[in-house]
């Protein structure tokens, strides 16, 4: 099983600031990379995948990058409706895993 | 426009077995995709427990393999999902999802384990 982990846990942004989160897998996962928001009592939401391809009407201040084993998620200026919980997964390999999760909180 | 929606009990009792139906609309299964159940207990992460093909190919998360069995009916256009054996340990929200990578989700159902 492949294991993915996020970094960091927990980030405290200021509204209008970048926020820049990490995703690491144990083992290579080509582009076969996702990221989800999670917002309090809602499914999660698609924003990446590929590693670095929009969802359909995902703004363009949400982006990824990198390949392999190491990615990263960026927000290039947070919004009010952008704190949430973010989610990487792979789907190179089954079973698929996620991270566990970072929270993006209001500073 | 794409839909999922999950159906089943909201309260299962130990040792019994939970099953779930997602219902998809705006889509057809047979027309392809993997389509796959994920879940979450109550304040932690996501878990994803399986995929299926419209073919009937599935793939299980180690971890739950022994305990469960998704099928799919196209003439319905609806999966399904049971797991045997349950314990409070299965207590969470249900997700029903489109592809290797969620596209679309249903709005989940809370499932919970108690006598």
């Known amino acids: 099983e492949i294991v993915m982990t996020q970094s960091p846990a927990t980030l405290s942004v200021s509204p209008g600031e970048r926020a820049t989160l990490s995703c690491r897998a144990s083992q290579s996962v080509s582009s076969d990379l996702a990221w989800y928001q999670q917002r309090p009592g809602q499914a999660p939401r698609l924003l990446i995948y590929s590693a670095s391809t929009r969802a359909t009407g995902i703004p363009a201040r949400f982006s990824g990058s990198g390949s392999g084993t190491e990615f990263t998620f960026t927000i290039s200026s947070l919004q009010s409706e952008d704190f949430a919980v973010y989610y990487c997964q792979q789907y190179n390999n089954w079973p698929r895993t996620f991270g566990q999760g970072t929270k993006v909180e209001i500073k | 426009q794409v839909q999922l929606q999950e159906s089943g009990p909201g309260l299962v009792k130990p040792s019994e077995t939970l099953s779930l139906t997602c219902t998809v609309s705006?889509?057809?299964?047979?027309?392809?995709?993997?389509w796959g159940w994920i879940r979450q207990p109550p304040g932690k992460g996501l878990e994803w427990i399986g995929s299926?093909?419209?073919?009937?190919?599935?793939y299980y998360n180690p971890s739950l393999k022994s305990r469960v069995t998704m099928s799919v009916d196209t003439s319905r256009n609806q999966f399904s999902l049971k797991v045997a054996s349950v314990t409070a340990a299965d207590t969470a929200m249900y997700y029903c999802a489109r592809g290797s990578f969620a596209d679309y989700w249903g709005q989940g159902t809370l499932v919970t384990v108690s006598s």
């Open positions: 705006g889509y057809s299964i047979s027309s392809g995709y993997y």
């Open positions: 299926l093909f419209h073919t009937g190919s599935t």
